[in-house]
């Protein structure tokens, strides 16, 4: 089982309309929520007005900041560090507003069509403040601040050193100089965030639907911020249509609603409309780097110094400052670098707030990364791939510490054989006969491009995850995780697992996961740790449920363990068919069960991964670029991508393409446009672009390797969720650079959409 | 507010509800009628995942109104299996993993319902098309071409469908 590419289980359900995601879920009596949301980018907060609102037939509550007093910040998930205390957001505005779509009050209404009316009956006295939109300008003395509390608008500073980067530059024979930026976009899942609360006053019990992505972590910050017990929070995971990091992390209405719920007694529903989901679900990926590579005459890496900023909007989210740190861990990527230094400084700025975007750092650390190396190439004058296979690290160095750290963890690849992703890529791309194409092609005015770009993802973060395996009276089996689904087929590939080990078929294995009273402990999806952490925990547990249904049978059959079969839900005697017990029989048998053993037929595993797993891979992209309209066409993608092991090829190779997608639309499309009073110009699908099939590739050839199991887990499982985009803006940038070498263009910054490709042009022929 | 009575069928099964005149088609087939599979992932008329059929052709019930519908045949996600037995686009869905959230899905369906019907052997060059009013976040489109094409071919070996 482990290994096939069966269809998912989850999908019956999705394909018939019958999966229930936060919008569709439904409560008798239940109210409706809608937010009203800062129009100023920055301004002092005065007076809020909600007596219109109030009276409006209908409404049933108007909820502002007044209401909530005493009401703690919302806390860092990953990396908390005291710095960033003082910029956490409040649930709703104090005083101040800080972005366009900072939540201001919350209308309860008995329809959302009466709650929408209501906003606009919401007057506030709003004294606007100069902003402070880009984030080269937040760190120059006099630019206007954000937060009274921290002098300036930077709220950290993070360094990573190893060797004497500055030292090895100043000897290096060749140095390369450039800056790079990475605009601002995000994840977007096609369904918005939202949810249910009900609060039952006579058991006291506060049960929230349509939780994501980490609802264990999730539920404890509800219950510290309502001074709730634990135990009397009920999370329930609905269908979640998609994640991709910015979903399911702990927003401000994530604690309004329940709140309400609580005071009011009825249930309440809250759907962001998509409107909101631009201006008010986190951002991502903005930096701008200045970078320095110092390299011998032969094309070896001595020395990178890298200082970048990272803008990270008006507050510090629960992803604190991991985005920025983990792109200073992963800026080395795939080469041995001896001398690596890198100064970041996190920026506020009046945008909305940051966190993980598939990926994260890593999109943008391997942008900068293997551009830089391509124009190592370019001074040097070899072809780009031969300083690549200069300076891969090798798989008898691993496993490899490459200095600095992220996560509390110090950067060490598992393992890898890097050049060997790197030359499956090159051959599946035809790299010759592209060259050979290209040339032909620029003598007829056409421009192609290939471009590659390495990547060393990260994947399978711990500390742990939690499985429990059952055979309930009935004899079915029943796999709860602690792991979260967002759409990545979760229940499949643990079934799989879980399958292999109890000789039952996936499909008639259930998976529960993502509702706490189900599911006692678990950490969640993110981080490419489902089939890598949560995996490995389906299938010792599933071992451990093994042992005690044979050691059941055993007693049952009268026979030794040894000698018995264990195959279609039943156990019978080796040779001797007749002689069997059905899982249904040892079930019932198993309570209290043989002298010794713990009673029923459940076993728990909590699987420890106290190191990160590191996939890596390599992506190529063919690209033609109109000269006359900056049109970038992609005319071939290849991505050769070692995951350690897959469970289900199909599953990762989805997962793969999906990413490519997504990574594409960094490269190409997607952009958070703000002007220059800080208001968010892309709110709404015609502005903000997201790929369409007709802006895929004509041909895609996903290569999955499996070349490395890892060490760090009994599959081998190193994590697919995000390799596929990691290197997208690299390749992509590095083939329209190569494409518009005849133009001398000077490809620094992404995305690449027609305007700045004919800008890049025009600028090019005028040097 | 302003109310009015329709009576329209959907999924072939006929209905008559008064509702308000402001209320979308969307919102009236997920409230009124409970038919939840219908999903809305912009309400401004660009990703497709509210995309029903309305008297045979595909449409975004997030930019229609509910009173605008008197008298028509509607069909949503929820009548597109014949009972327990999927319709051959769903089944190729599943096949060649065409969906992964599975947000979309019903948009894509129903968008590929309409246009394998008027196009039973469509290239991939028109397939890619006809779904390009589709947003998908999570598949990159790879897997829904493919399963379109399969779903093409299964079609027109059956036969014309009703």
């Known amino acids: 089982m482990i290994g096939a590419s069966i269809r998912r289980t989850e999908d019956r359900r999705l394909l018939t309309g019958r999966g229930k995601y936060a919008a569709d879920f439904r409560l008798p009596g239940m109210l409706h929520a809608a937010v009203l949301r800062s129009p100023h980018a920055h301004a002092r907060l005065g007076t809020i007005y909600p007596e219109a609102a109030r009276g409006l037939g209908g409404v049933v509550a108007v909820i502002t900041a007044r209401d909530l007093a005493g009401v703690g910040r919302i806390p860092v998930r990953l990396g908390p560090r005291p710095s960033l205390i003082a910029c956490l957001q409040l649930p709703l505005a104090t005083d101040k507003v800080r972005y366009v779509g900072e939540p201001v009050a919350v209308v309860i209404a008995e329809s959302r069509y009466l709650a929408e009316d209501a906003l606009e009956l919401i007057r506030a006295d709003y004294e606007p403040l100069a902003p402070v939109v880009d984030c080269r300008r937040a760190v120059e003395p006099g630019a206007p601040v954000l937060h009274e509390a921290i002098s300036g608008n930077i709220v950290d500073r993070l360094s990573t050193h190893t060797g004497d980067a500055m ?3 100043a000897a290096a024979p060749v140095r390369v ?10 994840g977007v899942p096609l369904e918005t965030r939202g949810l249910v609360a009900a609060y039952d006053g006579g058991t006291r019990v506060l049960t929230i639907w349509g939780v994501a992505k980490v609802p264990h972590f999730n539920r404890r910050v509800l219950a510290d911020l309502l001074g709730h017990p634990e135990h009397l929070i009920r999370f329930v995971e609905l269908e979640v249509g998609g994640g991709f990091g910015v979903r399911g992390e702990f927003y401000p209405e994530d604690f309004v609603i329940p709140w309400a719920a609580m005071r009011l007694g009825r249930p309440i529903q809250w759907v962001e409309d998509r409107r909101e989901h631009l201006m008010a679900t986190n951002h991502s990926r903005q930096q701008f780097h200045e970078i320095e590579i110092g390299v011998s005459r032969d ?4 020395a990178l110094a890298d200082r970048f900023l990272a803008d990270l909007g008006a507050y510090i989210r629960t992803h604190g400052v991991i985005v920025p740190e983990l792109t200073a861990a992963l800026l080395p990527g795939p080469y041995r670098i001896p001398n690596y230094s890198c100064e970041v400084l996190c920026v506020l700025t009046n945008k909305t707030p940051t966190g993980t975007y598939r990926g994260p750092g890593r999109y943008e650390c391997t942008f900068v990364r293997e551009r830089l190396v391509d124009l190592v190439a370019k001074a040097l004058g070899v072809d780009p791939v031969e300083v690549r296979r200069r300076n891969f690290i090798e798989p008898d160095e691993m496993p490899y510490e490459v200095g600095g750290a992220s996560l509390g963890q110090r950067t060490v690849y598992d393992c890898g054989d890097y050049r060997s992703a790197f030359e499956t890529a090159l051959a599946a791309v035809d790299y010759k006969a592209v060259r050979a194409e290209q040339a032909a092609g620029r003598r007829d005015g056409r421009y192609l491009g290939v471009g590659v770009g390495c990547v060393v993802e990260k994947a399978g973060l711990g500390p742990w995850e939690y499985a429990r395996v059952e055979v309930d009276g009935s004899g079915h089996v029943v ?13 499949t590939t643990l079934a799989q697992i879980c399958a292999q080990e109890l000789g039952v ?3 008639a294995i259930t998976v529960i996961h993502g509702d706490s009273a189900l599911v006692p402990f678990g950490v969640g999806a993110f981080a490419s740790r489902g089939a890598s952490v949560a995996g490995p925990a389906a299938l010792e547990a599933s071992r451990k449920i093994k042992a005690k249904i044979l050691r059941v049978a055993a007693s049952l059959l009268e026979a030794h363990s040894e000698d018995l079969v264990l195959e279609d839900g039943a156990v019978s005697v080796r040779g001797v068919p007749d002689r069997a017990v059905t899982f249904r029989e040892l079930a019932r048998a198993a309570v209290p069960g043989p002298p010794g053993m713990d009673p029923g037929l459940v076993a728990t595993h909590f699987f420890e991964a106290p190191k990160m797993t590191y996939p890596y891979g390599t992506h190529a992209a063919v690209v033609e670029v109109d000269a006359e309209t900056g049109q970038v066409w992609l005319r071939k993608y290849v991505i050769a991508y070692d995951v350690g092991k897959a469970i289900n090829p199909m599953i990762v190779d989805g997962q793969l393409v999906g990413a490519l997608a997504q990574g594409i639309g960094g490269a190409l499309l997607e952009e958070l446009v703000y002007d220059e009073q800080g208001q968010l110009l892309t709110t709404t699908f015609m502005d903000y672009l997201l790929p369409t099939a007709m802006e895929m590739p004509e041909a895609t050839v996903v290569k999955i390797l499996e070349e490395t199991p890892t060490p760090l887990n009994p599959l081998g499982v190193k994590g697919a969720g995000e390799g596929g985009s990691s290197g997208v803006g690299a390749a992509i940038a590095n083939a329209v650079a190569d494409a518009l070498a005849p133009f001398e263009a000077s490809v620094t910054a992404l995305p690449l959409s027609p305007d700045r490709v004919l800008a890049l042009i025009r600028a090019g022929r005028e040097r | 507010m302003k109310e009015r009575t329709i009576r329209l069928t959907v999924n072939g099964r006929p209905y008559e509800r008064t509702v308000e005149v402001r209320k979308t088609l969307a919102d009236f087939l997920r409230e009124d009628l409970d038919l939840t599979g219908t999903h809305l992932g912009c309400e401004h008329g660009v990703c497709g995942a509210c995309t029903v059929v309305v008297n045979g052709e595909a449409v975004r019930s997030c930019l229609l109104f509910a009173v605008q519908l008197e008298g028509a045949n509607i069909l949503t996600v929820e009548g597109l299996a014949d009972g327990d037995n999927l319709h051959p686009i769903q089944e190729a869905f599943w096949e060649h993993h065409g969906l992964q959230c599975g947000f979309c899905t019903p948009g ?10 008027e196009t039973p052997r469509p290239s991939e060059a028109e397939i890619r ?11 990159g489109y790879h897997n829904i071409v493919i399963a379109a094409r399969a779903a093409a071919e299964k079609l027109a070996s059956a036969g014309p469908t009703p």
Do not use: D, W
Not at chain 2, 129 to 139: Q, V
């Open chain 1, 177 to 186: 100089r450039e800056r790079f930026a990475v605009q601002r976009h995000t």
């Open chain 1, 299 to 302: 094309g070896a890496i001595l």
């Open chain 2, 108 to 117: 894509f369906l129903l968008t590929l319902y309409c246009f394998l019907k």
């Open chain 1, 167 to 169: 030292r090895a530059l």
């Open chain 1, 505 to 507: 078929p996936p499909e």
């Open chain 1, 479 to 491: 796999l709860y995780s602690g792991a979260a689904a967002v759409g990545q087929g979760l229940e």
């Open chain 2, 129 to 139: 098309e006809a779904i390009s009013g589709n947003l998908c976040r999570c598949t």
